[in-house]
């Protein structure tokens, strides 16, 4: 058994660096009468057993092409149950992204990433110059440097559903601009500085955008909107900083003659991440025309079983007029998470929901599975 095990092993190396299969060497080996037949079997299920085990530690794959270059992707399968009157309980398909990136130079890379749910879109596609950890340029459409939660992946998000203000306030589903999954079509410039212990204390990014949002070309004026994000994170764990926009509204009637309603926000925000514990946090306030608009969250995790089961709560509030009384939106979430492996995890939220104004039954409660590759 030891024989055929260190034998394994080695056909595996053999085969990765000479790029020939294990079937190959193990006939050679038995036509040179290095060993039997039913050795070199007892091998091939051996080493078939190892590579699969090998496989599956992996995190990622290349693809072949003329250059290298990684294809991944998700999908999440949602289950929601409604209190409110007239919703109805069922399963949809949440999420359906295909991503592909790859560096065609250590200082050259790109990325096209693609949402299949409903109406297929191109929600990423950008090319980035690296040229120092101090500078890197982005061009193309990408996320909006806005937003600690908006520039999570979704499927990175600890919770199945963004907070109300990131909603609300960062191009997404109840923005005035409609939903542009955080994303926008410009150019950015990024970068980190100050390094202890090769963590970065300074992290910037600021760009100009279109502001029209994912797919359309800017058509109605000359008006460019500028964003910026700053970061500092002095302890490893610990990051907290801010950022604005600065941009006008396309879609409606104009404020100012040419350049439509203004269509402004800032934010701050702040991460603590320690071991099993994690405490995130922002606010963001926000003007389109004359109305004046904030909200803020809280958010605590905890793994109860390391890496694997993670609970959490969050407290969510937006208000969509701050010159209106009655119509703050509160929303309490709880629930966990659970990590089978690196690329699939299971999720259930229940989110209960309070309105200033007429009181509302409308809490609902949101089971998730994620797989991806």
């Not at 941009?247 to 003659?257: E, F, L, R, T, Y």
């Not at 994690?278 to 793994?303: P, V």
């Amino acid at each position: 058994m030891r024989f055929r095990l260190s034998l394994s092993f080695f056909l595996l190396i053999i085969a990765d660096s000479f790029s020939q299969s294990t079937n190959d060497i193990l006939n050679l080996l038995i036509s040179n009468k290095t060993i039997s037949q039913s050795q070199a079997d007892s091998v091939r299920a051996e080493a078939a057993i190892i590579q699969q085990q090998a496989d599956a530690s992996h995190k990622s794959f290349f693809v072949t092409a003329a250059r290298q270059m990684l294809l991944t992707g998700y999908t999440q399968i949602r289950y929601q149950t409604f209190q409110e009157t007239g919703k109805h309980n069922g399963f949809d398909i949440h999420r359906a992204r295909v991503d592909l990136k790859g560096s065609i130079t250590p200082y050259f890379s790109y990325r096209l990433q693609a949402d299949l749910v409903d109406k297929p879109k191109m929600i990423d596609a950008y090319g980035e110059i690296k040229l120092a950890d101090y500078f890197s340029v982005t061009v193309g459409q990408f996320k909006i440097p806005f937003s600690m939660e908006n520039l999570t992946s979704s499927n990175k998000l600890e919770m199945i559903d963004r907070s109300q203000v990131v909603e609300a306030l960062v191009a997404r589903s109840k923005d005035v601009i409609g939903n542009q999954n955080g994303r926008d079509i410009g150019i950015q410039v990024a970068g980190t500085f100050l390094k202890v212990k090769d963590m970065p204390v300074i992290e910037y990014r600021l760009g100009v955008f279109n502001g029209s949002g994912i797919n359309v070309a800017d058509t109605a004026n000359n008006e460019k909107d500028i964003t910026g994000r700053l970061i500092f994170t002095p302890v490893k764990g610990l990051s907290f900083g801010g950022g604005f926009y600065s941009g006008w509204d396309k879609a409606i009637k104009p404020d100012v003659a040419g350049k439509s309603q203004t269509r402004n926000r800032f934010g701050g925000e702040v991460s603590y991440v320690v071991s099993r514990f994690s405490l995130k946090g922002e606010y963001i306030a926000g003007k389109d025309g004359k109305t004046k608009r904030a909200g803020w969250y809280a958010q605590a995790g905890y793994f109860v079983i390391p890496q694997k089961l993670q609970v959490l709560c969050k407290y969510d509030v937006y208000d969509p007029n701050t010159s209106t009384a009655n119509n703050i939106s509160t929303n309490y979430v709880f629930g966990a998470n659970y990590n089978f492996n690196s690329w699939s995890r299971l999720q259930v939220f229940y989110t209960i929901r309070q309105e200033e104004g007429p009181a509302i039954k409308n809490n609902f409660l949101s089971i998730q599975y994620q797989i991806g590759f």
